[in-house]
């Protein structure tokens, strides 16, 4: 697989669709997702492509200094790590699919949120349901506004496969949407999502009948059909098992029932025409910290992949322990990575470090992604030097036991006449490892459940003239009277096989659909109004954190009453974390601030002017140029202001800029007098600590020293640290200030610029 030229379709490794493609401008990186274009003539869109497509594994790729073993080709347009630019801004991207997980309840804030998370390297779209999709017996039309998910609508996934095509083109991948076939309407969202070019699906019989009480005879003929669908457009399917140890109350103790539920769906769906490679397994470590979660988590990942050779996995974090520490949760989510690490990953899925507070929010999502990369990366090719002893008796007696307990678990589901008798007599448990069970089961009922009795036996010499379709389908034979290649043949195609007669629905609600809700934001988006979002356009929502030095119940309230007296509407805490109880405690507060910015009245400074190297050669071999510097205070660091100065990391001796360098914890005094005796023409002091506004202090005393000595007019004082900014330093007496990611050239660029000025005004 190669990646797409910008405004090119992606072909490679998915199955082309026979419809028209409908193109569109390409993507521009510094303009907004035109979201009315991408409802416009939405019913003559059709998916460039059907199926999935997998990441081209490189086993060498070399990314400036370093020799990466389990990577991928590099993105067209992207946005590195945070600490990228140490390394020459080198972006590598991870062998395996990334996901991110996107619950907003708004398609049309979905997507942008999706273009975000692409740049920042993921694959894998998978956006959440409305709440209670899943019990839905019918599709949806339209697109309403959900509830903890979004509504998986004919529209939406349309216009998001419409939004992805564009996306994907621009940063040079393909991208994979995906859904969920759950539910009595499960073969109904099969069919749709196989005509709308949907990826990759969650499908699971034994999540409808344990999770949903779907009545079991309809949950699995409804899989037969919906898992055949699926294989017809080449799309990948996710099981549901992770459930177990997401509801379960002791989850580390579901791990033989969990590779129970993995080898039943995993049977199923190849049955049902899935091909192994199709089939990804959710595997999710069962438990968290405090408990000695890898020591325990490591044999049940090694039995999972010894006993589903040939499958994907999928790997999902833990949500079952998650609170509303987002700290903690991106602790565990990294432990989880590096299983992942240690054995085998095909798709890594990300859990938002909110996830157990609130729906993902746009920047969570993203912190989500970058934890995956940074970790996945981090750890490349640690097997290489790292392995696991699979000969150590405890490790192997643990790997053995999982193994020997779900072979037993089926022996007993067999002995009491199979699954469906075993979910009745409550084989699945909450707090018991088989054989315990502690009478905590999951009961359902063969004859019970949602859309019991609604199965239609098929007469014998039953006949369905469309494609995709699961058992024995009497089909006449090629030359015979009747005859037909394929079964859609006999009534002129079907929507499989041409997509000119997939139907269209648009809006049925007049007042909850999508045009309505732009029509609202229309000035905010129109005019470019600034307002602060977290899940949607103009939501206004902020997040404050704070500490208070009172109890826990005393803080909370009175954040509340903070978050009033700053004008937030709704103020809300969503954590709290005691620091001491009597010390005090730390709190995030969640608001709203009803207030939008009009850009055109920002008074936005110009960027410094950057000098090439040549002019500033030029200058400094005419006049000359002498600089002193130092750390000043008490503060002993000295890297920032060494890559400044020195030639080797292209600082201002490289320009033949004289430098006095006096190192660190210098007085400003000191700093400024040497700067005097070696009549130099700009003084540079780092002040990096900035506890007490030290930093402050330095900057406003050096200012006033250089008036008292009478040389503030012929001396340059530039400030730098990473607190610093050119307007604070500006407001505490420097010329200038520069802080994060300042290069040498900018600074002598500012010299350079500033002196010329002072000589052709005859100062």
Same mark, same amino acid.
Not at 124 to 135: C, D
């Given at each position: ?16 669709? !026979? ?62 790590? @945070? ?60 697109? @309403?506004?959900?509830?903890?998910? +979004?509504?998986? =609508? ?13 996306? $994907? ?62 294989? &017809? ?44 490679? &199709? ?11 405090? %408990? ?62 909110? $996830? ?40 192997? !007696? ?53 859309? &019991? ?11 369905? @003239? ?44 007049? #007042? ?10 229309? #000035? ?31 803080? $909370? ?37 009803? +207030?939008?910015?009009?850009?055109? =009245? ?50 201002? $001796? ?20 040497? &700067? ?9 002091? !780092? ?39 050119? #307007?604070? %330093? ?11 990611? =300042? ?5 002598? !660029? ?14």
């Amino acid at each position: 697989m190669t990646s797409p030229e910008p405004g090119k379709p992606v072909l490679a490794g998915g199955r082309g669709c !026979s419809g028209s493609l409908q193109t569109a401008s390409p993507l521009q990186p510094n303009e907004k997702l035109d979201l009315v274009e991408i409802l416009r003539d939405l019913e003559a869109y059709r998916p460039r492509r059907k199926g999935w497509i997998w990441r081209r594994r490189m086993p060498h790729q070399f990314l400036g200094p370093f020799d990466y073993r389990q990577t991928s080709p590099l993105l067209a347009r992207s946005i590195s790590l @945070p600490a990228a630019g140490y390394f020459g801004n080198i972006d590598p991207q991870t062998d395996c699919v990334i996901t991110t997980e996107i619950a907003s309840g708004r398609f049309e804030d979905d997507i942008r949120r999706m273009r975000m998370a692409a740049w920042h390297g993921a694959d894998h779209m998978m956006v959440i349901r409305t709440a209670g999709q899943s019990h839905m017996d019918g599709l949806l039309e339209g697109t @309403p506004e959900g509830t903890g998910g +979004v509504p998986v =609508t004919r529209k939406q996934v349309r216009a998001t496969r419409k939004a992805l095509d564009l996306i $994907e083109d621009e940063v040079g991948r393909p991208i994979n949407f995906h859904s969920y076939v759950s539910g009595v309407a499960g073969p109904e969202m099969a069919v749709m999502f196989n005509e709308e070019g949907v990826n990759g699906a969650h499908q699971d019989p034994q999540y409808n009948v344990l999770y949903r009480n779907i009545n079991m005879y309809r949950s699995f003929v409804d899989a037969a059909e919906a898992k055949r669908v699926m294989a &017809a457009a080449g799309m990948v399917q996710i099981d549901g098992a992770h459930n177990a140890n997401a509801t379960a109350r002791e989850a580390w103790k579901v791990m033989p029932e969990l590779l129970v539920q993995h080898a039943i769906n995993c049977a199923y769906s190849v049955s049902a025409g899935l091909p192994k490679e &199709a089939v990804a397994l959710s595997t999710v470590p069962p438990d968290a910290p405090p %408990a000695p979660c890898m020591r325990m988590d490591l044999p049940y990942a090694i039995a999972l992949r010894d006993l589903f050779k040939g499958y994907k996995m999928r790997a999902q974090e833990n949500t079952r322990y998650m609170e509303s520490c987002g700290r903690e949760a991106t602790v565990s989510h990294v432990l989880n990575l590096m299983i992942s690490r240690l054995t085998t990953v095909d798709i890594q899925s990300t859990i938002t470090p909110d $996830e157990g507070r609130n729906v993902p929010w746009h920047y969570n999502s993203i912190h989500a992604v970058n934890t995956a990369r940074q970790a996945l990366v981090g750890m490349d090719g640690m097997r290489d030097f790292v392995k696991i002893d699979r000969e150590n008796f405890e490790f192997k !007696s643990r790997v053995r036991e999982l193994k020997e307990r779900a072979v037993l678990f089926l022996e007993g589901m067999l002995a009491v006449g199979g699954y469906f008798s075993a979910v009745e007599d409550g084989f699945f448990v909450d707090t018991g490892i088989y054989p315990e069970t502690n009478d905590d089961g999951i009961v359902r009922f063969a004859n019970g459940g949602v859309a &019991a009795g609604s199965i239609v036996p098929r007469e014998e010499d039953y006949l369905a @003239p469309v494609c995709g379709h699961f058992g024995n389908n009497h089909l006449p034979e090629a030359g015979e009277p009747g005859g037909a290649s394929k079964p859609c043949d006999l009534i002129g195609g079907c929507t499989l096989c041409d997509p000119s007669l997939v139907p269209f629905i648009d809006e049925l609600d007049p #007042e909850d659909n999508v045009n309505t809700r732009l029509a609202q934001e229309a #000035e905010l988006r129109g005019r470019g109004l600034i307002k602060p979002e977290v899940e949607w356009t103009g939501d206004g929502t902020v997040v404050v954190t704070m500490f208070l030095p009172v109890r826990e119940r005393v803080a $909370e309230f009175a954040a509340l009453e903070l978050g009033r007296a700053m004008n937030l509407s709704d103020p809300e805490v969503i954590h709290k974390q005691v620091m001491h109880p009597a010390e005090g405690t730390l709190i995030e507060l969640k608001g709203r601030l009803d +207030v939008a910015i009009d850009p055109a =009245t920002l008074v936005i400074p110009s960027k410094p002017k950057v000098l090439t190297s040549e002019d500033i050669r030029a200058f400094v071999t005419q006049w000359g140029l002498k600089v002193v510097a130092a750390t000043v205070g008490e503060d002993e660091h000295s890297v920032g202001m060494r890559e400044i100065l020195d030639i080797k990391h292209g600082g201002l $001796e490289g320009f033949g800029i004289e430098c006095e360098y006096l190192g660190t914890s210098v007085p400003v005094e000191k700093v400024l007098d040497a &700067a005097i005796e070696h009549a130099a023409q700009a003084v540079l002091i !780092s002040t990096i600590i900035t506890h007490n506004d030290v930093h402050r202090e330095n900057m406003q005393k050096l200012a006033d020293l250089a008036v008292e000595k009478g040389v503030r007019g012929r001396v340059l004082l530039i400030a730098g640290g990473t607190q610093v900014t050119d #307007e604070s %330093a500006r407001s505490f007496g420097m010329d200038a200030g520069f802080g994060r990611g =300042t290069k040498g050239i900018d600074v002598a !660029s500012f010299i350079v610029e500033t002196l010329n000025a002072r000589s052709a005004c005859g100062a």
